[in-house]
């Protein structure tokens, strides 16, 4: 549940004084009536994965202070089994024992597309690169700003529910179709198995053929203008798109690097 934040001792004396000890004179205006404040939909469910109770303990007191519905998870095998209830986002923690954030991240990605942001240790550079390759959808390091981590959970849940499109919007080049409506992609007929932000770096991308994005347009359109991480974050889900729609980068089909500059869409609209 969402923690009531208690309100300060002089606040408390302040409302208390402005409180009316008599009736309204005739005539006056009716006082106004203090709003109700409720939830008009279900909170979003975040699972905070990390050994280190401590963390776990800030994280969630933050988290619920927004509002979120928090459950928590100390090792990878409680995380999968308390991923199995749909949660809206995972905090995962990198380096946990037995079963490491790598690996969960690695089992969730074969059942869902749920949003998974990583915690590491500035050391860790080769596992968050790693992470960002296996399907994670932005990382912070220790030690890190818990109203940021916030701000990056709020902009992730914005963008993964953002409207859907239209039933008729789509998209074909040669050997590529994007269907925005049943959110897939066929390549050569195939269709590969991209994750859901994998798939909308893809259709920013293909929105705009021939046009170059730089890493912080693609970032504006894709995470949202709010993101907070690393910029070539970016590189990263362009890689690794590429190996699934089996783009080569030294002769591309599909997304062209444009050195010093950023990417473009080349397909040809069909």
Do not use: C
Not at 172 to 186: G, I, K, N, P, W
Not at 234 to 255: E, M, T, W, Y
């Amino acid at each position: 549940m969402a923690r009531v934040q208690a309100t300060p001792v002089g606040e408390v004396a302040t409302a208390r004084r402005s409180i009316p000890t008599s009736r309204p004179r005739k005539g006056a205006p009716p006082l106004p009536v203090r709003p109700s404040y409720t939830f008009t939909m279900k909170p979003p469910k975040i699972l905070v994965v990390d050994d280190e109770p401590k963390i776990r303990r800030i994280i969630t007191s933050y988290l619920e202070e927004e509002g979120f519905d928090v459950a928590e998870a100390s090792d990878g095998e409680a995380a999968l089994q308390l991923a199995g209830g749909n949660p809206d986002l995972v905090i995962l923690d990198v380096g946990l024992p037995g079963i490491d954030g790598i690996e969960v991240l690695r089992q969730l990605r074969t059942r869902s597309d749920v949003p998974v942001m990583l915690v590491t240790a500035r050391a860790e550079e080769t596992d968050r690169l790693i992470g960002l390759s296996v399907g994670a959808d932005d990382y912070v390091t220790k030690p890190f700003s818990p109203r940021e981590l916030v701000l990056r959970v709020k902009a992730i849940l914005r963008r993964t529910s953002s409207a859907s499109p239209t039933p008729d919007d789509a998209m074909q080049f040669d050997a590529l179709t994007v269907d925005l409506a049943a959110h897939s992609v066929a390549v050569d007929g195939i269709e590969p198995d991209l994750t859901a932000l994998e798939f909308d770096l893809l259709v920013a991308l293909a929105s705009e053929p021939g046009r170059v994005l730089s890493r912080r347009q693609v970032i504006d359109q894709v995470w949202g203008w709010d993101f907070f991480g690393d910029e070539r974050v970016v590189d990263v889900h362009i890689r690794n798109l590429r190996s699934k729609i089996n783009d080569d980068p030294a002769d591309p089909r599909f997304i062209a690097t444009v050195r010093g500059v950023g990417y473009k869409f080349v397909g040809s609209a069909t």
